[in-house]
């Protein structure tokens, strides 16, 4: 009796979790025509880049002005903590990469590692491919008008 009782909360609570891993997403990108040379066209991405990496988990990787590349992992989910009840998700990050050159500007937003979405109870957890292409097309859209409207005032 022990034995059935056992199997039945175990085929109950096995059929309330589940995971898999999903297809990664190809990256996102976007070339923007500016108006500006190369080297102003850096000074708005990097600026940019400092303005929209607001998490201490945000970090500006690489830079190199002459080359015109900014390079950086960008958190686009914050992942759940789990509780005795409910299950966690880990953070997911991006790496966003700006080219600049005199009159254009390309963003690049590749995703990081794998999509892990778990289903618990009839509720998603995780961060999914279509998240990811939401926040990313978010982002280049944020970019595209900071550098149509960011005009030096002073």
């Known amino acids: 009796m022990k034995k059935t009782i056992i199997i039945l909360l175990l085929v109950t609570f096995s059929s309330c979790y589940s995971a898999k891993v999903v297809t990664t997403p190809k990256p996102i990108h976007r070339i923007i025509k500016t108006k500006f040379k190369k080297s102003k066209n850096y000074i708005k991405a990097n600026e940019w880049m400092v303005e929209s990496f607001i998490s201490s988990k945000s970090v500006i990787q690489f830079s190199d002005k002459e080359e015109g590349i900014i390079k950086g992992k960008y958190l686009m989910y914050q992942g759940i903590q789990g509780t005795k009840y409910t299950p966690s998700s880990k953070p997911y990050y991006g ?57 030096d005032t002073w």
Do not use: A, H, W
């Not at 690049?108 to 289903?119: A, D, R, Y």
């Open 95 to 151: 790496i966003i990469t700006i080219r600049v050159k005199d009159n254009s500007v390309k963003i690049e937003i590749t995703p990081l590692g794998e999509f892990k979405v778990m289903k618990y109870m009839g509720s998603n957890y995780g961060f999914t491919p279509e998240q990811f292409i939401i926040k990313g097309n978010s982002l280049v859209n944020d970019f595209n008008v900071y550098l149509k409207n960011n005009e």
